[in-house]
DNA sequence: ATCCATAGATTACAAACGTAATCCATGAGG
DNA sequence: CCTCATGGATTACGTTTGTAATCTATGGAT
């Protein structure tokens, strides 16, 4: 068992719901023990340890965490950014859901969802950014 | 607390990756038989015949399709709008994967795929639209 | 030295999913 | 009338997911 899961796959691999919950405590905390997960996911899950327990074994088979031994427990760490993930899943979300169309989406949640004001502006800035990183001011 | 929602039989249910696929079809045609369904589906997947059926018959028991006899066959129905359906997928992928919040959703957008001018301008566009709508007049 | 809490490994087990095949009835074609 | 393609119903079957329990080894407490 000595340095089993090393090589980093090129793409993150899938990772389902109950898996996201743990790798958000992951990318949280930093490299991190089982015990120590499951205290952060004490308040915000009613998880047995054991469940938390399964879902960082089948993280590690899938190659989304590494393992190293740390005295007589094993410390785990993401092998993938969150922000890897993340575009990951929106890609895979908006191509699902709305043809991979980002448009239709932000039109249904403004159009659903109250934003607030301080939102908006947060998006408008993103979106004068893109554009500036985009026609680099010719 | 008004707001208009309608009451249909209760609130979309969860569909699959494949079954998106289907579902999709149907918004587009509107009610349609297993037979044209699968021809839609003819260009974009390979899937046989069969495994259509499975899928619109999951989605008949998961309450997303309605049924209607047609001769000897079928015709089948959405029963909840493509919009929200949408909403809801939006709203369970933000939360597992940002934590519900819009704006690191869009800074990932736009910081990795190119966005075309247009479509920055559409959002723009979008976001005044919220601002307005939610500030009548102050 | 003994016993317990706990970590990791192994095993469980049902529901959901992807992907069909088989069985049965029937309308269309010969 | 007999045959066959096709629709619906039933059945299949491996994988993934959610949610653990049991088994085994061991470091710490007594």
């Known amino acids: 068992m000595r340095g089993r899961n090393q090589r980093k796959p090129v793409a993150p691999p899938g990772i389902s719901d109950a898996e ?3 790798m958000n405590v992951f990318w949280d905390r930093g ?3 089982l015990r120590e997960v499951v205290e952060s996911l004490e308040s915000g899950s ?3 340890p054991r469940t938390v327990q399964t879902l960082i074994r089948r993280l590690v088979t899938k190659g989304a965490l590494s393992v190293e031994e740390l005295g007589r ?3 785990y760490t993401p092998v993938f950014s969150q922000a890897d993930c993340q575009l990951d899943e929106s890609r895979s979300f908006l191509g699902r859901v709305f ?3 980002l448009v239709p989406f932000l039109a249904g949640m403004v159009e659903s969802e109250k934003i607030p004001q301080e939102e908006i502006e947060a998006l408008r800035r993103l979106l004068d950014e893109a554009e500036k990183r985009q026609s680099p001011s010719e």
């Open 46 to 48: 009613d998880w047995k």
């Open 31 to 33: 490299p991190s023990t």
């Open 73 to 75: 427990e094993f410390r």
């Open 20 to 22: 996201w919950k743990v």
């Open 99 to 101: 043809d991979g169309r």
